[in-house]
C-alpha cells in the first residue's frame, strides 16, 4: 500500500543529485578575473581570441586558472589579484596595439572559484543584482511611435521616387496620421499607380478611395510590418545600448526587454551616474563608400593589390583611407574613399532573410526615398565593384562589410555572402546599432551603494536561516518523526529552488531572497495539511498504514488548489510587474512548483522508505491525537 516503485525512488534521486550539483557553485567563493569584451563592431569574441589570449599569458610565464565564455566575454580566472593586475596590463597591450582606438574592453571582474568541471556541465552559481552588490538601475521608455513615423517618412520619398521611375504622374504624395496618401487625377492612372505601389511596398496595404474627382490610394503598414517595425526598433536599441555598456566594463549587465516598449538597463558596480548616461545617450552613424582598392577578389573590378601594397607601407593616395575589414582570424585592408554615398539616416530597414532563388542566408536593405536615388545613381557605373559600409563611432570609422555590387541598386537589395543565418542576423543588427532606432526616455532610475548591497546579503541570509530554524522547531515539536521528515523535505526544496534558478542563470536581488524565505514558510503548508490529514484518518479509526495512504491522498487536491490560486497570483505579479516585482514573482512561482514536488513526492518517498516495509505497525510518531470516543479506536494510537 505504501511503497513507491523503483522508478519514483530514481527520479528522487536524480533531481536531488541535480539539485546538488547546480547549487553547489553558490557556495564557493569568488576568486579574481580579467574579462575581456569587444568594443568593436568587427572585434569578435571568439575561439581565435581565446587562443591568443592563452598564448600572451604563456608567453609571458602568466599563470591562468581556467578560461571561460560566454555570448559576449571571456572570463581568464587567476588565484590572486596580483597575477590579475598583471595579466590585465599584458593582454591590454596585446589586444589593443593601437591605445588610441581599441578593440577590446579588458575590465577586473569577480568569478566563481567552483572546480572547471562544474562550468563545464553549466552548473554556474546565480548572478547579484544591484541591490546585492550595488550599481545603477535605468529604465528606459522606447518611443515605437517614433520608429513607426520613421518608416513611413521614408516610405513617402520611396513611394515617389517609384512613380517618378515609371513615369507615372500623381497630384501629390503626403503622409497623413498612419497612412501615406498618394492622389491622381483619373483612376486608370490609379489602378497603374497601385500596382507598381503593391510591387515596391510589400509591407503595405492599399486602399482606394474616389472623393469629388480626386482618385486617391491610403497606404498603411500591415499588423504584421508594423510589429516588425517596432521589434526591430526595441532589438537595435538593445544592441546599441549593449555596445555602448562595453565600454564600462561592466562585469555582468542586464540589458532586456521589458514590457512592449520598455528597456532594463542595469550595471552592477557601477557608481558614476553622470558617466552611464553619457555612454547610453552617445550617437553614432554609419556610412556607405565606395571601394578604390582591394587586394582579395582578382574578379572585382577595383582589384589592385599593388596599390594595396603601397597603401599599407604608407603611401596612400589623395582622396582614400585606408581600413581593414576583418574576416574571420584574419583582417583585409581596403583603400576606401572619403567621399560618401549615402549615411545610416537613409536606412529603414535591415533583416535577415533568406535569397528565393538558392535559399542562401541574406540581408534585406530598405533606404528612404532620397537614399534609393543617391544609391541608384552611385551604383549604375559601378557594377562588380566593392561597397565599404562603415561604422563611425567616437569619430572613429570601421568597416563591417564589403560585399562586391552585382546589379544597380535601389531602394531595396541584399547583401549576400553570409555564411550561416547567424551571421545575416548579426550583420543586421549591426547594420541597425549605428544609432537608436527610436528615441527613449530615462523613467526610473535608481543607485545602490556598495557596503548598502553587502548589508543587504547579511539581512536577506539571516531572514532566510532564521524562518528555516523557526520553522524547523516548530514541525520537530509538534509532528515529531513526520515533522523530521517535513523539515527534511522542505531543505530539498530549498536545493531545488537554488539550482532552478542557477540553471537559469536568475539574477538573485534582495525581493527573490525575501522570496526564497516566502517559500520556506508556504511550503510546510503542504506538509501540515498532510500531517494533519494523517491525524485524522488515525482518529477515525484508521491503521496506521492506512492513514498515510489516505492521508497523502486526501490531502492532494487541497494543496494543488491552494498553490494554483497562490500560483495565478505570482504569474500576474510577473506579467503586470517590472523590476524587483517580476524578480519576486519568479522565485515565487517557482518556489510553488518545488515545494509540490518536495512535499507530496520527496516526503512520502522518505515516509515509505520508513514505514511501508512494516506489516504489523501499531502506531506512528506524529505527535500527540486527540481521539473522541476512544474506547471505540483502541488499537490506534498516535506516539509522542
Not at 231 to 250: D, F, P, Y
Not at 322 to 336: D, Q
Not at 461 to 486: D, E, K, N, P, R
Request: aromatic share 6%.
Amino acid at each position: 500500500m505504501n511503497r513507491y516503485p523503483l522508478w519514483r525512488y530514481l527520479v528522487i534521486g536524480f533531481t536531488l543529485v541535480t539539485s546538488v550539483l547546480y547549487t553547489l557553485p553558490n557556495f564557493f567563493g569568488e576568486v579574481p578575473a580579467v574579462q575581456i569584451s569587444s568594443l568593436k563592431a568587427t572585434a569578435r569574441v571568439d575561439t581565435p581570441l581565446m587562443e591568443t589570449v592563452e598564448k600572451t599569458l604563456k608567453a609571458n610565464s602568466i599563470q591562468l586558472d581556467g578560461m571561460f565564455t560566454d555570448p559576449n566575454s571571456i572570463k581568464v580566472r587567476f588565484r590572486d589579484t596580483d597575477t590579475q593586475l598583471k595579466a590585465k596590463d599584458v593582454l591590454d597591450r596585446a589586444l589593443n596595439p593601437d591605445r588610441e582606438s581599441p578593440s577590446f574592453i579588458l575590465a577586473l571582474n569577480l568569478i566563481s572559484d567552483s572546480p572547471a568541471w562544474f562550468t563545464a556541465v553549466n552548473a554556474l552559481p546565480m548572478y547579484l543584482g544591484l541591490d546585492l552588490r550595488g550599481g545603477i538601475h535605468f529604465l528606459l521608455q522606447v518611443d515605437l511611435k517614433a520608429a513607426l513615423n520613421k518608416r513611413l517618412d521614408g516610405q513617402v520619398a520611396y513611394i515617389r521616387n517609384a512613380l517618378r521611375e515609371k513615369k507615372i504622374p500623381y497630384a501629390g504624395i503626403a503622409r497623413e496620421g498612419q497612412a501615406v496618401i498618394v492622389k491622381f487625377r483619373d483612376a486608370e492612372t490609379r489602378d497603374k499607380a497601385q500596382r507598381e505601389i503593391e510591387r515596391v511596398t510589400p509591407d503595405f496595404a492599399l486602399k482606394t478611395a474616389d472623393d469629388a474627382g480626386e482618385f486617391r490610394i491610403a497606404a498603411t503598414l500591415t499588423p504584421q510590418a508594423q510589429s516588425e517595425t517596432q521589434k526591430s526598433a526595441i532589438e537595435q536599441n538593445i544592441t546599441t545600448l549593449r555596445n555602448r555598456v562595453n565600454e564600462l566594463g561592466v562585469a555582468e549587465p542586464i540589458i532586456q526587454q521589458q514590457g512592449a516598449d520598455r528597456i532594463v538597463v542595469q550595471l552592477p558596480g557601477v557608481q558614476d551616474t553622470a558617466r552611464a548616461k553619457d555612454i547610453l545617450g552617445r550617437t553614432a552613424t554609419l556610412e556607405i563608400r565606395m571601394v578604390e582598392a582591394h587586394g582579395s577578389d582578382p574578379a572585382a573590378r577595383d582589384y589592385d593589390p599593388a596599390k594595396i601594397e603601397a597603401a599599407v607601407k604608407g603611401n596612400i593616395p589623395f582622396g582614400t583611407e585606408l581600413f581593414y575589414e576583418r574576416r574571420g582570424p584574419t583582417a583585409e585592408p581596403l583603400l576606401v574613399s572619403k567621399q560618401v554615398v549615402i549615411t545610416g539616416e537613409r536606412l529603414t530597414k535591415a533583416a535577415p532573410t533568406f535569397d528565393q532563388r538558392d535559399q542562401r542566408p541574406v540581408v534585406a536593405i530598405e533606404l528612404d526615398g532620397q537614399g534609393a536615388r543617391l544609391m541608384r545613381d552611385a551604383t549604375r557605373d559601378s557594377i562588380k565593384r566593392r561597397m565599404a559600409v562603415l561604422l563611425i563611432e567616437k569619430g572613429k570609422p570601421e568597416v563591417i562589410t564589403a560585399p562586391v555590387i552585382q546589379d544597380v541598386l535601389g531602394g531595396s537589395f541584399q547583401i549576400t555572402g553570409s555564411k550561416s543565418p547567424r551571421e545575416a542576423s548579426d550583420l543586421a543588427l549591426l547594420l541597425r546599432a549605428g544609432a537608436l532606432a527610436a528615441p527613449m526616455d530615462i523613467i526610473e532610475e535608481r543607485t545602490v551603494g556598495p557596503s548598502l548591497g553587502a548589508e543587504n546579503i547579511k539581512i536577506g541570509f539571516q531572514s532566510t536561516w532564521i524562518g528555516f530554524a523557526a520553522v524547523s522547531v516548530f514541525m520537530v515539536a509538534y509532528y515529531l518523526l513526520f515533522g523530521l521528515i517535513s523539515i527534511v523535505a522542505l531543505a530539498i526544496n530549498v536545493f531545488f529552488l537554488i539550482a532552478l534558478l542557477s540553471m537559469l542563470q536568475a539574477t538573485l536581488t534582495l525581493p527573490g531572497m525575501a522570496g526564497i524565505a516566502l517559500t520556506i514558510g508556504m511550503a510546510i503548508d503542504a506538509n501540515v495539511l498532510i500531517n494533519e490529514r494523517i491525524r485524522e484518518e488515525l482518529r477515525n479509526g484508521n491503521t496506521p498504514q492506512a492513514a498515510i495512504h489516505a492521508g497523502y491522498d486526501r490531502a492532494w487536491g487541497t494543496i494543488l488548489d491552494s498553490n494554483i490560486t497562490t500560483l495565478i497570483a505570482g504569474i500576474m505579479l510577473f506579467l503586470l510587474g517590472s523590476g524587483p516585482v517580476k524578480g519576486f514573482a519568479v522565485v515565487l512561482c517557482l518556489g510553488i512548483l518545488t515545494s509540490i514536488f518536495s512535499a507530496v513526492m520527496v516526503s512520502r518517498g522518505i515516509v515509505n522508505l520508513y514505514y511501508g516495509r512494516r506489516r504489523k505497525l501499531e502506531s506512528l510518531s506524529i505527535g500527540q491525537i486527540w481521539k473522541p470516543g476512544a474506547e471505540k479506536h483502541e488499537g490506534v494510537k498516535g506516539k509522542r
